[in-house]
């Protein structure tokens, strides 16, 4: 009957709630609300403004919303008004059917907090549809004895409303025979019942034709007819009888095709053709036509498709068998539709949030609705996700379920979660869906940036070019866009030597990629090394940064030639050294000083003999400069000999100096020590020679460059002792002190840092060493900016002149 088609349109809009739950879980409602059906679109159903006590503003702010159920949407929100309007024209008859109430449920959501009110939208039926019979005409036949009283069945009307403004009642047409019942069915529609009142003569009146009106309860109320062709037929003594007047009948919804409903049987006292039955069903509606095949002969009532009990939960119709006299009898079939486990849950996501903060935690991720179709256990369902993942589900609230974060999620540890809703309802076999989301972890910037390593150490060659490349730090962060985006800046350290260049001065930074650059060309001998820290700070905010140290050494070229300190090198023949004849192979002559203003193998100087007065008569040792004789001399060398000695240092490519020494043979002098040629006065017996070598080292600020200058003053002096008889004359040599100088040949007009040695040339070693004995001008040296202490600026001065310094 219709019964099943109601229930077929109600199940059609039945749709998973798409819905947002606050936090707390709270389901607020609001209405109910109601609106006639065919109201016109735009129109005002109410003020959600003024129901939920808010102002526009605020509705506005929080992000108000309408969320309908199904795939169309009745209903529209204008925030600007706050009001509730009709966006389509409502059919209450395509939305419900004929089930009554009808009721479109919508939601009210707000995401700012989240919070969500439930609401209904009643819609009211008008009576817009008229009766319809189904045929236009019916043919009845009737035997002239029927008794009075003996009703007959009329097709029924259709009218798609409902309640009041539906069927009502049935009226005939005005005769002497017949009036109509209107009788009412458990499902409440009404049909209507022929009754003969008066006996009919076929002989007199052989066919009466009648017409069959329905109408409904409106105002103005609506009516259909059909007419009714009834036959007077001659005698046929009895009307078919069923064995049941009703028959009840389940049947599982999972029965395949074909399968045998029940069979229907009556039977007809009368014999031959009188007592011949057809069955037929009686007025089937268009869904029992389409379901249910009735064999015409023998009463089987089979399946003419599958049934579905979430569709239609059963059918009612009604079977007539007739004779072949044309009476007939009726029986009433009730077939209802048992339930079997044979749908799935099924899952529809209200809302997904993606991505979501890091280091949020009870954070709302996704909302989704369970709905599953299937009756008792097989509609019950249990959800569940993955153990390993950091995501809690909520228990459900009107079946809508809350996917929410367990704790704070770290985008570094983690960025992206597949999560797969599982849903399995309890029946037998149990019935399992699944759902997949994608879930993405946004960037909090909760990490600083960090170095590749601790510190640095840059080496590059002095003399380099400015804006040359010395090298690069490198940082990273862990997170992600702006907030990994790093810049790089340079913090002062301590301060290099010397103290008058800023960092600023030495070296620059690219912001973008750490890249380190000199500004100026380095000077091994100004500056060897310097420190200073390198930040990298990233975009976010705040901004968070870290530090690296990064210490610059200044790599050492030959850029300094040898420096002769002793023989003076614009001293004259007369400034000679005395080396008596007696002197056997291997006599000290004199010691070549010298010095180099590099480091390392560029300082390392070796000495060479390039051309002498007499070959062969002198010897240079290539290590520490000594000129000593290469063999004993006789009375035939010549008295005055000039040496050239060639210093070279051993750097690439090898730089040299070269100085010129004055070598005069006295007779019968044997002592290994020069004795000044006038004693002075009260002088001591044990007189030395007593050279006083000055030297000066001087810092040029400019370019850093280190830069030895040697100044030698020579002073003679007698000690006390002896004159007479104590020595030989010294040609060219003043009486008394020599006054020393000092010099300064930086031309650099820059502030210099002096030094001033003593050096003795001892008697009575026979080897005739030199001996530094103390700084006569004291000056305070550079100092380690890290340690204090004293660095040593040019170590290779001391092995260079193989003097032990005190």
Not at 469 to 475: L, M, Q, Y
Not at 729 to 734: H, R, W
Request: glycine letters at 6%; charged letters at 20%.
């Amino acid at each position: 009957m219709a019964i099943g088609w109601m229930l077929n349109q109600r199940q059609r809009q039945v749709l998973a709630f798409i819905v947002l739950l606050s936090m707390l879980g709270v389901d607020s409602e609001l209405g109910p609300y109601s609106v006639v059906e065919e109201t016109e679109r735009g129109s005002v159903v109410a003020n959600l403004g003024k129901d939920l006590g808010l102002e526009l503003t605020e509705m506005a702010i929080r992000g108000t919303r309408i969320i309908s159920q199904g795939s169309k949407e009745h209903l529209q929100f204008k925030v600007q008004t706050g009001n509730l309007l009709i966006k389509e024209e409502l059919d209450r008859e395509e939305l419900c059917g004929s089930t009554e109430p009808c009721i479109l449920q919508f939601q009210v959501l707000m995401e700012k907090p989240l919070e969500i009110f439930q609401a209904d939208l009643r819609v009211m039926d008008i009576n817009d549809n008229s009766p319809i019979f189904t045929e236009r005409e019916m043919i009845l036949k009737i035997p002239e004895n029927s008794p009075p009283g003996i009703t007959f069945s009329l097709n029924t009307a259709v009218d798609l409303d409902v309640g009041s403004n539906n069927i009502q009642k049935y009226e005939i047409s005005p005769n002497s025979h017949f009036r109509v019942l209107t009788q009412n069915r458990s499902d409440g529609t009404k049909y209507p019942e022929l009754v003969l009142e008066n006996e009919l003569d076929r002989e007199d009146e052989p066919e009466i034709s009648l017409t069959l009106k329905a109408l409904d309860g409106g105002n103005p109320h609506r009516s259909g007819t059909s007419k009714v062709l009834i036959e007077v037929v001659d005698n046929n003594d009895n009307s078919p009888e069923f064995e049941q007047q009703l028959y009840r009948v389940h049947i599982p919804e999972n029965s395949s095709i074909g399968s045998l409903v029940t069979t229907v049987s009556a039977s007809d006292l009368d014999s031959g053709v009188n007592g011949e039955i057809t069955y037929t069903l009686f007025q089937p509606s268009e869904d029992i036509s389409k379901t249910l095949k009735l064999n015409p002969m023998t009463g089987e009532i089979r399946l003419r498709k599958q049934v579905d009990f979430e569709i239609i939960q059963y059918y009612e119709v009604d079977i007539k068998a007739i004779d072949g006299g044309g009476l007939s009898g009726k029986c009433t079939l009730l077939l209802r539709v048992l339930d079997v486990n044979d749908n799935p849950p099924q899952v529809t996501m209200s809302a997904v949030t993606s991505p979501i903060p890091e280091n949020s935690p009870e954070m709302v991720v996704a909302v989704f609705s369970v709905l599953d179709p299937d009756s008792g256990d097989n509609g019950k369902t249990v959800s569940s996700i993955q153990d390993d993942l950091p995501f809690l589900l909520k228990p459900p609230v009107k079946n809508i379920f809350t996917l929410v974060t367990q704790r704070e999620l770290d985008r570094e540890e983690r960025s992206e979660y597949n999560i797969t809703i599982t849903v399995t309802d309890l029946g037998i076999p149990r019935l399992a869906t699944q759902h997949t989301i994608r879930v993405q972890v946004s960037d909090v910037n909760d990490n600083a940036p960090a170095f590749s390593q601790p510190s640095y150490t840059l080496l590059v060659g002095e003399n380099n070019s400015p804006a040359l490349h010395i090298g690069s730090v490198s940082a990273t962060d862990a997170d992600a866009g702006s907030n990994a985006q790093l810049t790089y800046s340079l913090l002062p350290g301590p301060e290099p030597w010397p103290p008058q260049l800023p960092l600023a001065s030495l070296v620059s930074i690219n912001a973008d990629n750490g890249q380190l650059f000199a500004l100026r060309s380095l000077d091994f001998e100004a500056v060897r090394a310097f420190e200073f820290s390198v930040r990298a700070q990233d975009r976010g905010s705040p901004a968070l940064s870290g530090q690296a140290r990064v210490r610059v050494q200044v790599l050492d070229r030959n850029d300094n030639a040898p420096f002769v300190l002793y023989p003076l090198q614009n001293a004259s023949a007369a400034c000679s050294e005395l080396v008596p004849r007696a002197a056997e192979a291997g006599y000290l002559v004199s010691k070549v000083v010298a010095v180099d203003g590099d480091a390392g193998q560029n300082a390392w100087l070796s000495f060479q003999l390039l051309k002498a007065t007499e070959p062969g008569l002198f010897s240079v040792w290539a290590h520490n400069g000594e000129v000593r004789t290469a063999r004993p001399l006789s009375e035939r060398d010549a008295p005055k000999h000039r040496l050239l000695v060639l210093v070279r240092d051993n750097g690439e490519p090898p730089l040299s100096a070269s100085v010129t020494l004055h070598v005069l043979l006295v007779d019968g002098f044997s002592q290994p020590f020069l004795p000044l040629p006038d004693a002075a006065p009260g002088a001591a017996p044990d007189d030395h020679l007593t050279v006083y070598l000055v030297v000066a080292l001087a810092c040029v600020s400019s370019l850093f460059l280190f830069s030895v200058l040697a100044f030698v003053a020579v002073r003679l002096c007698r000690r006390a002792g002896h004159a007479a008889g104590a020595g030989y004359p010294y040609p060219g040599l003043p009486d008394g002190p020599f006054p020393g100088q000092l010099l300064d040949a930086s031309g650099a007009g820059t502030l210099s840092h002096s030094y001033r040695y003593e050096v003795c040339l001892a008697g009575g070693a026979g080897t005739n060493d030199f001996k530094f004995l103390k700084p006569i001008l004291p000056i305070f040296p550079p100092q380690d900016t890290n340690t204090g202490e004293v660095v040593e600026q040019n170590p290779s001065f001391r092995n260079s002149l193989g003097l032990n310094i005190q």
